[in-house]
């Protein structure tokens, strides 16, 4: 799995920390997504996969 993320189109929601804290987090200033980890670990997949369809921006995108 490859994650990637489009910091431009981020809504700031914070869906994705919520759904997978391990694989994404906020910066401070803004809110706007940062990706911790472009290929996370099996044990975080899923949680990537729903932080993913989460996303009010669809700014989280998943490659298997």
Do not use: W, Y
Request: glycine share 4%; net charge negative.
């Amino acid at each position: 799995m490859k994650v990637t993320v489009d910091q431009n189109v981020c809504a700031s929601s914070g869906n994705c920390v919520r759904h997978a804290p391990e694989v994404f987090d906020q910066r401070d200033e803004d809110g706007v997504v940062i990706l911790l980890t472009a290929h996370p670990p099996a044990e975080h997949a899923d949680a990537a996969r729903k932080a993913a369809a989460a996303c009010p921006a669809m700014a989280i995108h998943i490659e298997e």
